[in-house]
């Protein structure tokens, strides 16, 4: 449930916007894709939850046509379930009051996971997608797997300090967020916080009043700003949280969203959103 100052966090513009970013079907649309998809239900829900709003019939409607066997497509026209697809409805489901509690979905998940052998048989995206919906389905992975996914993530710590998609691949601050979201997940949380080199990776990303992909690059947005303050608030580091929130606030939009461009997106929106709240929540303390 949201408390009162999570539902201010999303005016009427904010929703106006949402409302608008649908289907003529009525099933949620980003603005730069064709036909709906399970990632935009996923951050249309998001932002009506976070105005204390219930999850829509349609939104549910348009999860359950995704739905594939034990897991769920991307889109209504995916023939094949993926690992993000499920992850988004099973997101959807949760934040609907409707949590997914199935067993053949773990298993699902497991198995696209890991190989006959135990080990892992995907990148660094489809473990964040797999682990993710693992955590909604409040499975417990055995103590191998748990290793395989820590070795996994050692291999793909950079030199600099954070965290590449590969190995020898450098790092940036959305995997850095995957692989730290990923720690904590495994209790290794304590000896993420204990890493001086990756405080100051993280804090390298942010220059200029933006959070840039990497210490060493030019690229930034939205998504980087609300993956590199979610950084900073899991390791507790001094961080500028006023600067954050009017970084966020500058880039909302006419259509009552937030973008770079000049059309708002639903994922733009919502990570805007959520560097006003942690802003917010850090300012308070």
């Not at 106006?16 to 649309?29: I, M, N």
């Not at 909604?136 to 793909?156: M, V």
């Amino acid at each position: 449930m949201t408390n009162q100052r999570e539902r201010d966090l999303v005016d009427g513009e904010v929703l106006a916007f949402v409302r608008t970013a649908e289907s003529a079907e009525g099933y949620p649309l980003e603005s730069s894709d064709r036909i709906p998809s399970l990632q935009a239900a996923r951050f249309a829900s998001e932002l009506t939850n976070l105005a204390g709003l219930p999850v829509s019939a349609r939104t549910l409607a348009f999860v359950a046509q995704c739905r594939r066997g034990e897991a769920f497509a991307f889109e209504r026209e995916g023939d094949l379930p993926t690992l993000p697809g499920t992850y988004y409805a099973l997101r959807v489901l949760t934040l609907a009051g409707k949590p997914w509690r199935e067993p053949a979905t773990t298993r699902w998940i497991t198995e696209r996971l890991f190989d006959d052998r135990g080990r892992l048989a995907v990148g660094m995206d489809e473990l964040f997608y797999g682990a993710r919906a693992l955590m909604l389905l409040e499975a417990d992975l055995p103590q191998p797997a748990r290793k395989e996914i820590l070795e996994f993530l050692r291999a793909r710590r950079s030199p600099e300090g954070g965290y590449g998609p590969d190995r020898g691949e450098p790092a940036d601050i959305q995997r850095t967020y995957c692989a730290i979201s990923l720690r904590g997940w495994l209790h290794d949380g304590a000896r993420v916080e204990e890493d001086e080199g990756l405080a100051e990776w993280i804090v390298g990303c942010h220059r200029d009043g933006r959070m840039h992909l990497s210490p060493s690059s030019g690229e930034w947005s939205l998504g980087t700003a609300a993956s590199g303050h979610r950084c900073a608030d899991v390791l507790g580091l001094a961080w500028p949280w006023n600067e954050a929130r009017e970084f966020a606030e500058s880039h909302r939009r006419e259509d009552g969203g937030f973008g770079l461009g000049a059309a708002s997106t639903l994922w733009e929106t919502y990570c805007g959103l959520r560097t006003i709240q942690l802003a917010d929540e850090h300012n308070r303390l």
